[in-house]
């Protein structure tokens, strides 16, 4: 089964904490999990970051959201206590909870007054498709992210094939390899027409050389360009190669790299502008926007 949205998941939470007893969330977390039949497939799912598990990231909203309610008080580092009005509300044998059921307590009223209005995943509706505040940020900015790499894949395409050979270097290097980017730069070209559009070493001590070759390109690249591409590195007695393009690889240039000895990486258009994003090449910082979380450390002494 899909991961349950955190709306559906707060009537088994209240459920799961009936005998009034204290309950601690990570415990919670994998008790709920194996009462709902989750997978482990299921339960790998990540928040778009990796920084969560999307199950462990709806079970706190719904438990945040339950506290906002009263349903729930916390009683310590991590842990919590279904309270009074919970109970209550569990003996009224509710069919759902969601946030309009939510609604008819102050005190949550009071709470979502002071939040902002969520753009999209409205928490007002109960579709079965209800994101967590976290999900709509990060989910937000992976679509600006998609965006901008394909912005930045048109301008790669619309500049002289040249630009691109001086583009991956200069990524090469952003990424670490290379030592400095003059020294990189000073290998574009220099290997004349055999295939090979720059030469930049693996580290900053040139210990070994990585070839490049980086083709403008709008349709497929097949595994015949890519064996041409290995038939170079054995000419130049070299052991690695990335071949960057603006298009995509066939599932027979994908699979060959994987069977040779030499060491190929293939990087299509949309990971190349993934990296430019990662690497800051050909992008400016815009805005920057940081979530903070509460620091349990710093209010233990007080409990």
């Known amino acids: 089964m899909a991961v349950p949205d955190y709306q559906s998941v707060m009537l088994p939470l209240l459920r799961y904490s009936s005998d009034g007893q204290e309950k601690r969330f990570s415990e ?24 969560q598990s999307l199950f462990t990231n ?11 309610a009263e349903l729930f008080e916390s009683t310590g580092r991590g842990l919590y206590r279904l309270t009074t009005r919970g109970a209550d509300v ?8 969601n946030i309009r059921f939510l609604k008819q307590f102050p ?6 007054k002071k939040q902002k209005p969520v753009p999209s995943g409205d928490v007002e509706d109960n ?17 600006l992210r998609r965006a901008l790499g394909e912005d930045i894949l048109a301008k790669v395409k619309a ?14 290097v952003a990424m670490g390899y290379g030592g400095t980017r003059k020294d990189a730069g000073q290998a574009v070209g220099r290997s004349g027409d055999g295939g090979v559009d720059g030469i930049i070493k693996e580290d900053k001590l ?43 690889f066939s599932s027979e240039a994908l699979e060959y790299v994987k069977i040779i000895e030499k060491r190929i990486v293939l990087i ?13 090449v050909g992008v400016t910082e815009d805005k920057t926007f940081v979530v903070k979380r509460l620091d349990l450390d710093y209010f233990e002494d007080a409990e």
Not at 90 to 97: G, H, K, M, T, V
Not at 127 to 139: A, I, K, N, Q
Not at 221 to 238: E, H, K, S, W, Y
Not at 270 to 276: R, T
């Open 90 to 97: 569990l003996a009224s044998n509710p069919s759902e909870i």
């Open 28 to 51: 919670t977390v994998a008790d709920l999990a194996e009462k709902l039949g989750l997978t482990d497939e299921d339960l790998s799912e990540q928040l778009p970051s990796g920084t």
């Open 159 to 172: 500049a002289p094939p040249v630009f691109l050979e001086k583009l991956v270097v200069q990524l090469l």
């Open 107 to 112: 005190e949550f009223v009071a709470f979502q």
């Open 206 to 248: 040139g210990l070994d050389a990585i070839y490049i070759q980086a083709k403008r390109w709008d349709n497929v690249v097949g595994r015949p360009a890519i064996q041409a591409f290995a038939g170079t590195l054995d000419g130049n007695r070299a052991r690695k190669g990335v071949f960057i393009t603006t298009s995509w």
């Open 268 to 280: 299509d258009g949309d990971q190349l502008a993934q990296l430019m994003i990662d690497h800051n």
């Open 58 to 68: 709806r079970v706190g909203w719904a438990l945040t959201y339950l506290k906002k």
């Open 127 to 143: 579709g079965g498709d209800e994101r967590t505040p976290e999900e709509v940020l990060e989910l937000s900015y992976q679509e």
